[in-house]
């Protein structure tokens, strides 16, 4: 007995002798910062693209090599031709790419940076600050669970959203609606925090964000807004308030005290200069291989002369087909709707160190200018042409002037325009908040983690007829001042594998990583990254990070980046 | 043998030292949801303090918890049609995230801010001011702390001892001619003791 005891004590005593170590790690860190492992960067921002629109045109670099493999698909282009179409009939498009460090990016980024943003310069300045991984599978199909597994990889475990919240001492966990969807199935219903901090989602339709946030802590003509030093005495003293209600109440009067009224003022000069680069860039007509030529809409003498030769399937837009003398008159009206509002109110959230966490849904576009157009139903698909009864009609009561991101049915053409179009806007918006942040606080963009991503890629139709979900390819980019330099990460197959198409060509199908023992990329991969360079625990954490900070600098652990031949 | 025993005793008193990280910082209190809130000030406020309360609190369900149930919703036939019933329980607006909220969540800084702008707009309206001295049976134009304080403290804090009150009464002593009913009345509001469950 007496000897079981001693053993006892001896094992004991080895395996504390290993515990000062982390016990000394745990507590020197509080004491100053110089023993902590890292504290991360601060802020983050998640851009959530639902509704999985297209990234091929965008931030997803298919052959980002030029000695890369590649298998072309006649929807996978990132331009219009450059040339003038005299007629519908005319209207051809092309794969053009710009070199951008050593990759090779799609054509957008070429084009340039909205004036009212910074007076020179191209989009893909942007990417200096970028490190895009593509080739993440996500093993199931559906928009509900793929967005809601963005924050939540772990259903059981607090959201990634959740435990960057709880790291931080400011005030607010903000989520911003724009998606078609209802935020319960996307990734701001995911949200979960473990010290139960609550999450402020605004909607999309609230006039006001503003408001919408700070109601609680605006309170207009009332005499007690300051409250006085004797009531404070005794909220303390008497233990009417436990400390952690005592915390929260000072940092709720911290935000009183910032006199919201005020800044209101503030908020509203940073919308309508949102407002003003959206509604400037959507009105564009000089972007190169998107808006600076006509885009005629399907002409008339086309459907009687119609044959099985004819790309009909450009002009289908879900339940029509589009014949407007020249579709970029569709843009003017255009409405992303909150789109500025959540530029804006981020951009003050962050200056004001409101919050460290906000995530977006973001907006698809809207209030699309179609007056007239060919119904679907005159329209055989198989032997693809139009029957006797088709004939010019009004659209206004035929369905939403939408663009679907989850563009299963759009052709060609609104396709590459409507999303395109979004992106342009979308990427001036960011590089006026970079340019913001860069100048209104200094190392606030060094400090912030921008995310893209969406529930999943698409994969291209053969019949030019929209695209449907490639899960099993997935592109997360992220932007940061603690990003010297572009990089990309990350392999695809040449050919899919398991796709809808036989020939759906190279579109982003995530393939094995050799760097990851031949493991392809899995979204638990992500989350640990974000995790690691934010400094809080994983969610997922046997998957490894493929990111980290070193000396500051924000870089891939990680370099593959392959299209892998499967055929 | 006694350096062992030292030695292991000094690092099990090391492992007991409770880490200071912040995510390791869970409340263990628990705060009352919407439906306690509203009810309780409801019944201290009167009815013409309905709008505010539920403004400020009812509608703040991601703030203050306490989902909505969906199967308590029934309609109800009125002159001009229907109407939806169904008291507390039943889902009032954006249902989804109203029925998927959790049911308690703790302090936070929009709760706080939440209580303070609710408190601070009860005490201002007139008629919920007067409901609430008349059910304390407080006279507003005599007031005195010791006594008046005491029934107000009441309101919110039934069940607390009298040494409580005494231990608060001295603190307010120290300022004795600052309390009126109103600022009385707003600090036990705001005050989050009373929310504890």
Request: with cysteine.
């Amino acid at each position: 007995m007496k000897r079981n005891r001693r053993d006892f004590l001896k094992l004991n005593a080895a395996f504390f002798a290993f515990n000062p170590v982390s016990f000394l790690s745990k507590h020197l860190c509080d004491f100053s910062s110089m023993f902590c492992p890292h504290d991360g960067l601060s802020h983050y921002v998640l851009f959530n693209l639902a509704g999985a629109p297209q990234r091929w045109s965008y931030d997803l670099s298919l052959q980002p090599l030029a000695e890369m493999p590649y298998s072309p698909n006649e929807m996978l282009v990132t331009s219009f031709a450059d040339k003038t179409f005299q007629s519908s009939k005319e209207i051809s498009f092309e794969n053009k790419k710009v070199k951008v460090d050593k990759y090779l990016m799609p054509h957008l980024w070429s084009l340039p940076i909205n004036e009212n943003v910074l007076p020179e310069g191209k989009l893909s300045s942007l990417l200096d600050n970028a490190i895009i991984i593509r080739g993440c599978r996500r093993g199931i199909d559906g928009h509900a669970i793929n967005n809601r597994r963005i924050v939540a990889p772990d259903p059981t475990k607090p959201s990634l959203t959740g435990l960057i919240a709880d790291k931080s001492d400011s005030n607010l966990m903000v989520g911003m609606t724009g998606s078609e969807y209802s935020p319960t199935t996307t990734q701001l219903g995911a949200y979960r925090s473990q010290r139960g901090n609550p999450i402020s989602i605004i909607n999309k339709h609230a006039y006001n964000y503003f408001h919408e946030l700070f109601d609680n802590f605006i309170n207009e003509g009332s005499s007690a807004q300051a409250q006085d030093e004797i009531t404070e005495a005794i909220l303390k003293k008497q233990e009417l308030m436990n400390p952690s209600a005592l915390k929260n109440r000072t940092k709720a009067k911290k935000i009183i005290a910032l006199n919201l009224n005020k800044l209101k003022g503030e908020y509203f000069q940073r919308l309508e200069k949102y407002q003003k680069i959206i509604k400037s860039c959507q009105m564009d007509r000089t972007l190169e291989g998107l808006t600076n030529q006509r885009i005629p809409g399907l002409e008339r003498e086309r459907l009687k002369k119609g044959s099985g030769q004819e790309n009909f399937s450009y002009f289908f837009m879900k339940y029509f087909f589009i014949a407007e003398p020249d579709i970029r008159d569709t843009l003017e009206n255009m409405q992303l709707l909150g789109l500025a509002q959540q530029f804006a109110l981020t951009e003050f959230l962050l200056i004001q160190n409101l919050s460290n966490c906000i995530s977006i849904d973001l907006p698809q576009p809207e209030n699309l200018g179609f007056t007239e157009g060919y119904r679907l139903s005159h329209f055989n698909t198989k032997k693809n042409n139009f029957n006797k009864q088709a004939k010019l009609e009004p659209i206004h009561y035929w369905h939403e002037k939408k663009f679907r991101f989850d563009s299963h049915n759009h052709g060609l053409i609104p396709h590459h325009l409507y999303t395109n179009i979004f992106y342009y806007v979308f990427t001036n918006c960011l590089i006026e908040l970079r340019k913001t942040l860069e100048s209104e606080s200094p190392d606030l963009f060094k400090r912030s983690l921008f995310h893209i991503t969406s529930e999943f890629d698409r994969e291209p139709r053969y019949d030019l007829m929209g695209s449907e979900h490639g899960y099993n390819g997935q592109t997360n980019t992220f932007i940061s001042g603690s990003i010297k330099k572009l990089n990309i990460i990350g392999n695809i197959y040449v050919k899919s594998k398991s796709s809808f198409f036989p020939n759906s060509g190279t579109w982003g199908e995530g393939a094995p990583i050799k760097e990851l023992n031949g493991r392809s990329l899995v979204y638990g991969n992500i989350a640990t990254s974000v995790s690691e360079v934010m400094g809080v625990p994983s969610p997922t954490p046997k998957d490894p990070s493929l990111l980290k900070l070193k000396d500051g600098e924000l870089v891939t652990k990680i370099t593959e980046l392959k299209n892998i031949n499967n055929s | 043998m006694k350096k062992t025993k030292t030695l292991v005793l000094f690092f099990l008193f090391l492992n007991g030292v409770p880490s200071n990280s912040k995510n390791d910082q869970v409340e263990h209190f628990r705060l009352g949801d919407r439906i306690y809130l509203t009810r309780t000030l409801k019944g201290i406020f009167g009815k013409a303090s309905e709008p505010i309360i539920n403004q400020g609190i009812f509608n703040q369900f991601h703030i203050f918890g306490a989902p909505c149930d969906p199967y308590s919703q029934h309609l109800k036939p009125t002159e001009k049609g229907y109407s939806a019933e169904g008291g507390y329980q039943r889902c009032h607006n954006k249902f989804f995230l109203e029925y998927r909220t959790p049911i308690l969540i703790p302090s936070s800084p929009l709760r706080s801010g939440a209580m303070i702008k609710t408190c601070e707009q009860l005490v201002d309206c007139s008629d919920c001011l007067e409901h609430a001295l008349k059910k304390a049976q407080v006279e507003k134009n005599a007031f005195n702390i010791s006594k008046g304080g005491k029934k107000l403290y009441r309101l919110f804090y039934p069940f607390r001892s009298e040494e409580e009150w005494e231990n608060l009464l001295r603190s307010f002593k120290e300022n004795q001619n600052y309390w009126d009913p109103k600022k009385t009345l707003r600090l036990f509001c705001i005050s989050e003791g009373w929310q504890t469950l």
